[in-house]
T-cell receptor
Framework: NAGVTQTPKFRILKIGQSMTLQCTQD?????MYWYRQDPGMGLKLIYY???????DKGEVPNGYNVSRSTTEDFPLRLELAAPSQTSVYFC????????????FGEGSRLTVL | AQSVTQLGSHVSVSEGALVLLRCNYS??????LFWYVQYPNQGLQLLLK??????LVKGINGFEAEFKKSETSFHLTKPSAHMSDAAEYFC???????????????FGKGTHLIIQP
């Protein structure tokens, strides 16, 4: 059971480039999330999804897009990368809400130069 | 909206000493509360969670936390620190009354726990 898998683990982008962070989970969880983690700032929610075909914005969605065509996959798209998007990105999934446990991937470290 | 405040971005204790990491929440009604741990270069994993009337919650690796409504606190403790406890610890909150809570958890800024040999 792999849990939540994120790729790539590391990536360096130039300003203005675009890329997609991949996230897949094999636990058949309906709820999936993308967070970014910046030093001393905790985790901020970018986007979330309650099921295939349904996504919604979190606290810091600007500069990002997501899609959820299947239960397993929840890719995060960065368009026109900016230095402010240098961060560690975590994908997570959950079987239930509120009382549910979030299962996290190992993170994707992105640097925009 | 609910929020959590973690007091102290860094906490240093000696091996074998008591670990106390502080978390206070801000919510008009008692929320669900969580502690997560993050080891270097890894994702977060759940230590323990408070979701019911049992105010003292026991988690993995010998950690426990007590929900105190009067103090709006959910401090994390461990009687005796081990070197392997060195990590980043996050307190998080979920509003049980938010109509589903599908938008995940709100995390504190984290506390880095340092264990001195």
């Amino acid at each position: 059971n792999a849990g939540v898998t994120q790729t790539p683990k590391f990536r360096i982008l130039k300003i203005g480039q675009s890329m997609t962070l991949q996230c897949t989970q094999d636990m058949n969880h309906n709820y999936m999330y993308w967070y970014r983690q910046d030093p001393g700032m905790g985790l901020k929610l970018i986007y979330y999804s309650v099921g295939a075909g349904i996504t919604d914005k979190g606290e810091v969605p600007n500069g990002y897009n997501v899609s959820r065509s299947t239960t397993e996959d929840f890719p995060l798209r960065l368009e026109l990368a900016a230095p402010s998007q240098t961060s560690v990105y975590f994908c997570a999934s959950s079987r239930t809400v509120n009382t549910g446990e979030l299962f996290f991937g190992e993170g994707s470290r992105l640097t925009v130069l | 909206a609910q929020s959590v405040t973690q007091l102290g971005s860094h906490v240093s204790v000696s091996e074998g000493a008591l670990v106390l990491l502080r978390c206070n929440y801000s919510s008009s009604v008692p929320p669900y509360l969580f502690w997560y741990v993050q080891y270097p270069n890894q994702g977060l994993q759940l230590l323990l969670k408070y979701t019911s009337a049992a105010t003292l919650v026991k988690g993995i690796n010998g950690f426990e936390a007590e929900f105190k409504k009067s103090e709006t606190s959910f401090h994390l403790t461990k009687p005796s620190a081990h070197m392997s406890d060195a990590a980043e610890y996050f307190c998080a909150v979920s509003d049980r009354w938010s109509g589903g809570g599908a938008d995940g958890l709100t995390f504190g800024k984290g506390t880095h726990l340092i264990i001195q040999p």
